[in-house]
């Protein structure tokens, strides 16, 4: 199970937090850290905080189902190459607060309508998702009224139980990092010829740019790698190149 972000009592008013007509999004001075330029990859520690880490574990319990991919089709189905457990995440106030970063983050000229609902993730002892690029292939899920590709990814840990080993996030086409102060974050056991790893430390984010020229970009190739031992709970924030059909798109409740 993962470890207890807060008291008992404080979590009980937490569950509530989304019910509070006057909810007020935290003021951020998160530090954020460059990674690599080209392509744009930045490791943002803190990005949510521990309330609604929370709030996110409450919210998503008992709602998971096993996660899908797209076919060449379009079409979403089962595959052997991603094993996680995933549910999309109803839009309460503390997921607008999280949802509403996502966009400053990247600047004042993305409105809320290139953004995905946001996707929980539950990775369980053995659980992986395979090399894979959040940019898709298939005309059939660019389309305009999916609002084009994903133009960008965050990636983050929510939580992770205490114990856990592996589950970490790969970039297999990305050159190791040079400053061995990256090992907070990164991986720097793994062999070179491994690429990056990032580790599942909850409550930090991995933003990356999916496209370059309008393509999507091979080198943002990465892996949830297994969990060897323990929980993590992710979750994934995508937005697309343009406005997505309301169908799609992330709403309020």
């Given at each position: 199970?993962?470890?207890?972000?807060?008291?008992?009592?404080?979590?009980?008013?937490?569950g509530?937090?989304?019910?509070?007509?006057?909810?007020?999004?935290?003021?951020?001075?998160?530090?954020?850290?460059?990674?690599?330029?080209?392509p744009?990859?930045?490791?943002?520690?803190?990005?949510i905080?521990?309330?609604?880490?929370?709030?996110?574990?409450?919210?998503?319990?008992?709602?998971?189902?096993?996660?899908?991919v797209?076919?060449?089709?379009?079409?979403?189905?089962?595959?052997?190459?991603?094993?996680?457990?995933?549910?999309?995440?109803?839009?309460?106030?503390?997921?607008?607060?999280?949802?509403?970063r996502?966009?400053?983050?990247?600047?004042?000229?993305?409105?809320?309508?290139?953004?995905?609902?946001?996707?929980?993730?539950?990775?369980?002892?053995?659980?992986?998702?395979?090399?894979h690029?959040?940019?898709?292939?298939s005309?059939?899920?660019?389309?305009?009224?999916?609002?084009?590709?994903?133009?960008?990814?965050?990636?983050?840990?929510?939580?992770?139980?205490?114990d856990?080993?592996?589950?970490?996030?790969?970039?297999p086409?990305?050159?190791?990092?040079?400053?061995?102060?990256?090992c907070?974050?990164?991986?720097?056991?793994?062999?070179?010829?491994?690429?990056?790893?990032?580790?599942?430390?909850?409550?930090?984010?991995?933003?990356?740019?999916?496209?370059?020229?309008?393509?999507?970009?091979?080198?943002?190739?990465?892996?949830?790698?297994?969990?060897?031992?323990?929980?993590?709970?992710?979750?994934?924030?995508?937005?697309?190149?343009?406005?997505?059909?309301?169908?799609?798109?992330?709403?309020?409740?």
């Amino acid at each position: 199970m993962f470890a207890t972000l807060l008291p008992l009592p404080l979590l009980a008013l937490l569950g509530a937090a989304s019910t509070t007509p006057n909810y007020t999004c935290p003021h951020h001075l998160y530090n954020v850290q460059i990674f690599s330029e080209d392509p744009l990859i930045i490791y943002i520690p803190d990005f949510i905080t521990v309330s609604e880490a929370s709030h996110l574990q409450t919210i998503s319990a008992n709602r998971f189902t096993s996660s899908q991919v797209a076919d060449q089709t379009g079409q979403q189905q089962l595959a052997s190459t991603r094993t996680s457990r995933s549910t999309s995440l109803e839009s309460d106030q503390v997921v607008q607060c999280i949802e509403q970063r996502a966009l400053q983050f990247q600047g004042y000229d993305i409105p809320r309508t290139h953004l995905e609902p946001l996707q929980a993730v539950q990775y369980s002892l053995g659980e992986n998702y395979k090399p894979h690029t959040d940019w898709f292939t298939s005309d059939a899920q660019t389309t305009p009224s999916f609002g084009g590709n994903r133009a960008t990814s965050f990636f983050v840990y929510v939580a992770a139980s205490e114990d856990i080993v592996g589950g970490g996030t790969q970039f297999p086409l990305l050159d190791a990092p040079k400053n061995e102060r990256w090992c907070e974050y990164v991986n720097c056991d793994a062999g070179w010829d491994e690429g990056v790893t990032f580790r599942p430390i909850p409550r930090n984010a991995v933003f990356w740019r999916n496209l370059k020229g309008g393509r999507g970009d091979q080198r943002t190739l990465h892996a949830g790698l297994p969990v060897q031992r323990g929980e993590k709970l992710g979750m994934n924030i995508w937005t697309r190149e343009r406005e997505l059909d309301l169908q799609y798109r992330s709403e309020t409740i």
